[in-house]
Structure formats: structure tokens, C-alpha cells
């Protein structure tokens, strides 16, 4: 069974900056592209990052552009999320996703098949 498990969330001032990781088992994600989501209590669930199968290209939200940095260490089953200049609105739940990589989008949530658990984001005024 394919596992994604987030950790590194918690509660930081705003300003400040997290680093989530997430860590996969139960397939070897080696052509998968990696995402981060995240969903705020009463929203839909929003795309933040991605990185394809290689680790070559990445792609942001505007939100997110500038201030994350999505990486990953494929032999590891390891992709990260580097959150710097978090601002309070960034408070969500954090989820990992994974999908094949066959190209075209990146940022919609209906094409990932393997989620985590999510890890809680806080960011206070």
C-alpha cells in the first residue's frame, strides 16, 4: 500500500518559516510528480507546490511563489516543502500528494491518487 506521511508543521509567528517533509513508502515515486496542498478550515483544499518526476521543474501558486521552495530526494521517497515569510493566512493543514507523471498539469487536486494525513500549519499575527 502507498503511504505518504507528513510531518514538520506546528506553530510559528508570522514571519517566520517551517519546513515540511514528507515521506512516502509503498511505491517508488521515481516517475511521480510531488505536490503540496493545503486546506484552511471551510475552504476547498488548494494547490501550493509541485515538482515533476525528475526534481527539474517546480510550480507555485501565486501565493506561494517567492516565499516556498519545494524540493525532493527521490532515492530517499522524500519531498519537502521550505515555507519562509509566513504570513497568517498560509494556517492550513498541509497535505503531500503524489501522481504519475504524464506531464500536463500539476495544480489540481482531482489528478493526484496518493495523499498523507495532512500536518497543521499555524501562523500567528
Known amino acids: 500500500q502507498v503511504q505518504l506521511v507528513e510531518s514538520g508543521g506546528g506553530l510559528v509567528q508570522a514571519g517566520g518559516s517551517l519546513r515540511l517533509s514528507c515521506a512516502g513508502s509503498?511505491?517508488?515515486?521515481?516517475?511521480?510528480?510531488m505536490g503540496w496542498f493545503r486546506q484552511a478550515p471551510g475552504k476547498e483544499r488548494e494547490f501550493v507546490a509541485a515538482?515533476?518526476?525528475?526534481?527539474?521543474?517546480?510550480y507555485y501558486s501565486a501565493s506561494a511563489e517567492g516565499r516556498f521552495t519545494i524540493s525532493r530526494d527521490t532515492a530517499k521517497k522524500m519531498v519537502f516543502l521550505q515555507m519562509n515569510s509566513l504570513k497568517p493566512e498560509d494556517t492550513a493543514v498541509y497535505y503531500c500528494?503524489?501522481?504519475?507523471?504524464?506531464?500536463?498539469?500539476?495544480?489540481?487536486?482531482?489528478?493526484?491518487?496518493?495523499w498523507g494525513q495532512g500536518t497543521q500549519v499555524t501562523v500567528s499575527a
Open positions: 500528494a503524489a501522481k504519475y507523471d504524464s506531464g500536463g498539469y500539476y495544480s489540481s487536486t482531482h489528478q493526484y491518487e496518493f
Open positions: 509503498g511505491r517508488s515515486f521515481m516517475r511521480d510528480a
Open positions: 515538482i515533476n518526476w525528475s526534481g527539474g521543474d517546480t
